[in-house]
């Protein structure tokens, strides 16, 4: 499996996050989480961009700015309950890094966050936005 990192310069950065906002076709997400049942309640999320095309892919492997989010519906739509940090207050860099996959090659995505004490009793639905793609990742019950 042959994965390289590299690092561009701003300009062209954005042109990448615009060309690739809407995620290709050849791409597929996979999310699941890990969630602490004791308090403090932690969560642990994971997704998978696995390329299933038969061409050489890139993809921007940087999540600043792209917290974990907990829903109330299992759509995953409308207002979260809940994030991992606020991304107003992320000082993220200017230089984007992006993975090169192969046919059959894949990248982990790994975030991490606490979970209030003060988020109400119930289920929610956990989610991530990964390279514009807004993908379910497991949910959980306090």
């Known amino acids: 499996m042959t994965r390289s990192v590299g690092m561009l310069f701003p300009v062209l950065a954005l042109a990448m996050a615009c060309s ?3 995620g290709p076709s050849n791409l597929s997400f996979d999310g699941r989480s890990t969630v602490s049942t ?17 061409k050489t892919t890139r993809i921007n492997a940087i999540l600043c700015g792209e917290p974990i ?8 739509n409308g207002a979260w309950a809940w994030q991992s940090y606020d991304p107003t207050e992320s000082a993220c ?10 046919p059959g090659d894949y990248y ?3 975030e991490t966050g606490s979970i209030s004490a003060s988020l109400p ?21 306090k």
Do not use: H
Request: aromatic share 8%.
């Open 20 to 22: 690739n906002s809407t």
């Open 38 to 54: 004791t308090a403090p309640m932690s969560v642990q999320t994971v997704v998978t961009v696995r390329n299933v095309g038969d």
């Open 69 to 76: 989010r907990a829903y109330t519906t299992p759509e995953r």
């Open 93 to 102: 860099l200017s230089i984007a890094s992006t993975v090169t996959l192969a």
């Open 108 to 110: 982990d995505f790994v």
């Open 121 to 141: 009793s119930g289920v929610y639905y956990l989610a991530i936005n990964i390279n514009g793609k807004l993908v379910a990742a497991g949910q959980f019950q």
